[in-house]
């Protein structure tokens, strides 16, 4: 009896653990409350000029599936306009990504807005042949949202397109285009991925009826149509950009729109934009791309010729090949204690740019010894930070006829002396020697 009552202890203790690791799991992939900014322009106002907007608080209650009501969705925050409280199912979870949904009294929150859409063909080559037909289909009689949503740390940057029927609050995601390369850095000459997929509501009447992809860049209010691709027709459009391209097949089957660029050059840092077409719809992500490239360093001359007491020597540090512009360029000296100590940044030149888009710099330092204490000499740094990592370069100087010889000098001097002392006695003996012999001969012969 006992022993049963012991089986019986272990085994509610294990259901127990078992029911709360299953809890602890359900609760890491709820589905989170978004806070957002309800973005619209204001009615009445119009002209040549920009629309004025407003702005309002709002929530969006994120859903899988369509019956699943939170307890937390029966109350609204005091703050928030009931209008503004939203329930969204998305079936793809791509809403539920664990970049949206911080930790409870979490500070950071996930950017979020939130903008009336409009579903309007596009005039656009690429994607024209999505809407040949001129009979917009009932489907699209309906309130639309779009949605801009990024996760925090960058981990995550999503775009969506919501349909409710008329006058509810019941949204359902038609359109999602997501990227997890938010901000990208990329070493020059290197391929570089920027991720974008899109997916595709299948119970949506426009979900058979094609699709279009498209990559633009723009920086510093310049643009190019980097690639773009008719689904529905199979065609890529004419561009101008050499070494970009999309793995169709992975398109059609999964739509992975991940842009490769086989090599990185400096003109490529900028920002991306994704853009996904359907029928009457569109939803895009933006990416930014920086090239960094660290410089290579150089000394000249090198090596440094020998110096004396009161000379002055110019140092030349040439900083090239980097990318982008921002670079700081100083000097230390590593004296022979082995201890360092700044020189200052030299006298500067303007940067000057390659071919390849790529900048050099240089500085000059006045090695002094009249002013600097350099004692028997060292070593002269030149240190370059960048975005890119630190770099350095050394090359050694020597001071001569600073000081008399040390103690370890003067020991082996001696000893030289004292070589070459023997050396000499030796040889004198040995020719001492050799003539004495010599004249005790001639003396034998003369007898």
């Not at 590593?334 to 201890?339: R, V």
Request: hydrophobic share 35%.
């Amino acid at each position: 009896m006992t022993e049963f009552s012991t089986i019986y202890k272990l085994s509610l203790v294990a259901l127990t653990c078992f029911l709360h690791v299953c809890s602890s799991r359900s609760s890491s992939n709820k589905c989170p409350v978004l806070e957002c900014w309800f973005v619209q322009e204001k009615a009445g106002r119009g002209g040549g000029f920009t629309a004025p907007t407003t702005q309002e608080k709002s929530l969006l209650y994120i859903r899988r599936d369509p019956d699943s009501h939170s307890a937390e969705s029966q109350h609204t925050p005091d703050d928030i306009n009931p209008e503004r409280v939203y329930f969204v199912t998305d079936p793809a979870a791509t809403l539920c990504h664990a970049s949206l949904n911080p930790p409870r009294g979490s500070i950071t929150k996930p950017l979020c807005e939130i903008n009336p859409f409009l579903p309007q063909p596009s005039s656009l080559k690429w994607v024209a042949p999505l809407t040949e037909s001129a009979l917009s289909p009932i489907y699209l009689q309906a309130e639309w949202f779009s949605s801009a949503l990024q996760g925090l740390n960058d981990q995550m940057g999503i775009s969506t397109i919501t349909r409710a029927p008329t006058g509810s609050k019941e949204h359902r995601v038609v359109l999602s285009v997501t990227s997890k390369t938010v901000s990208v850095q990329a070493r020059l000459g290197k391929p570089v991925l920027l991720d974008c997929s899109f997916w595709v509501d299948p119970s949506s009447p426009l979900s058979g009826s094609g699709f279009a992809v498209e990559w633009r860049y723009q920086f510093r209010g310049e643009g190019r149509l980097v690639l773009a691709y008719d689904g529905k027709t199979d065609r890529l459009a004419d561009t101008k950009e050499k070494g970009a391209r999309l793995d169709i097949e992975a398109l059609h089957k999964t739509g992975n729109a991940s842009l490769v660029l086989e090599e990185a050059k400096v003109r490529h840092s900028g920002t991306y934009i994704c853009t996904a077409y359907l029928p009457y719809l569109l939803a895009q992500v933006t990416m930014e791309l920086e090239i960094v490239e660290p410089p290579s360093l150089s000394i000249h001359p090198s090596p440094l010729p020998l110096i004396v007491p009161g000379q002055a020597l110019s140092v030349q540090c040439e900083a090239s090949g980097f990318a982008p512009l921002t670079l700081e360029l100083s000097w230390e000296f590593k004296g022979a204690d082995g201890k360092s100590r700044p020189l200052g940044s030299g006298s500067l030149t303007g940067h000057r740019q390659a071919w390849d888009g790529t900048y050099s710099q240089s500085t000059r330092l006045e090695l002094d010894t009249s002013k600097l204490d350099l004692g028997t000499g060292g070593e002269v740094n030149c240190v370059a930070v960048h975005p890119g990592g630190r770099r350095e370069a050394r090359v050694t100087l020597n001071v001569i006829g600073f000081s008399t010889p040390s103690i370890e000098d003067s020991m082996a001097m001696v000893g030289v002396a004292l070589v070459l002392y023997g050396l000499i006695k030796f040889v004198s003996w040995t020719f001492t020697s050799s003539g004495s012999a010599e004249a005790d001969m001639e003396d034998k012969k003369v007898k």
